[in-house]
């Protein structure tokens, strides 16, 4: 059972454009929502992290929007450039104890220039 | 200095064979982690300890056996490779309860 859900699995985008990566997730106890991002050859590193008590985070050219009614979030990368070209997991998990991240299925971004 | 290292990064096997992997995190947290990612990138736990205790096992075949000998190690053995079993392997570490968690650089295992 895939309990967060993202879309598109593929996403080009020119250079200077909004690149946008959704996610939705099923288990309401969830309390951390993280995006991380992998490099070809490399292991998946964070990048920006939310939680449900804010509708928007931001930092410098990422920004996640959080709907908690909907169960659903997004990543816009401002301004893509061809550096942004990677793969993007969002993620959720529960805070505390010993919880697993569940990650999404993954979007690999390219930025064409 | 890597926070997350493992070896080795690449390794090719023939099928039956035993092998393993090694990991280590000079970052002081007491939770480690394995993820196994296919060839479609998704990436799945496959075990996590807390400071040497398995807390998380999530139905791996139990040719897959992790062994943490200090909080800061954790290696993976894998007996008798089976075809399905390439994929890329990540370790990765966290504080307790914590949900950020510091990947390695991954190992590329290929199995002939």
């Known amino acids: 059972q895939q309990q967060v859900k993202q879309s598109p699995q593929s996403l080009i985008v020119q250079k200077g454009g909004i690149s946008i990566i959704n996610c939705a997730y099923e288990?309401?106890?969830?309390?951390?929502f993280p995006w991380y991002q992998q490099f070809p050859g490399k292991g998946p590193a964070l990048l920006i992290a939310?939680?449900?008590?804010?509708s928007e985070k931001k930092e410098g050219r990422f920004t996640i929007s959080f709907n908690k009614s909907a169960k659903q979030f997004s990543l816009h990368i401002m301004d893509s450039q061809p550096g942004d070209s990677a793969t993007y997991f969002c993620?959720?998990?529960?805070?505390?104890?010993?919880?697993?991240?569940?990650f999404g299925i993954g979007t690999k971004l390219q930025v064409i220039p | 200095d890597t926070a997350v290292s493992q070896t080795p990064k690449y390794l090719v096997t023939q099928m039956g064979n035993d092998k393993s992997i090694k990991c280590e995190q000079n970052?002081?947290?007491?939770?480690m982690y394995w993820y196994k990612q296919d060839s479609k990138k998704f990436l799945k736990i496959m075990f996590s300890?807390?400071?040497?205790?398995?807390?998380i096992n999530e139905t791996v075949p139990n040719r897959f056996s992790p062994k943490s000998p200090d909080k800061a190690h954790l290696n993976l053995h894998i007996n008798s490779l089976e075809l399905g079993d390439s994929a890329v392997y990540f370790c990765?570490?966290?504080?307790?309860?914590?949900?950020?968690?510091?990947f390695g650089p991954g190992t590329r295992l290929t199995v002939t």
């Open positions: 993620a959720a998990s529960i805070s505390g104890g010993y919880q697993k991240v569940t």
């Open positions: 939310i939680r449900p008590d804010v």
């Open positions: 300890y807390n400071n040497k205790e398995l807390i």
């Open positions: 288990n309401t106890a969830f309390d951390y």
């Open positions: 970052l002081g947290h007491d939770t």
């Open positions: 990765a570490s966290s504080l307790p309860g914590a949900s950020e968690q510091y």
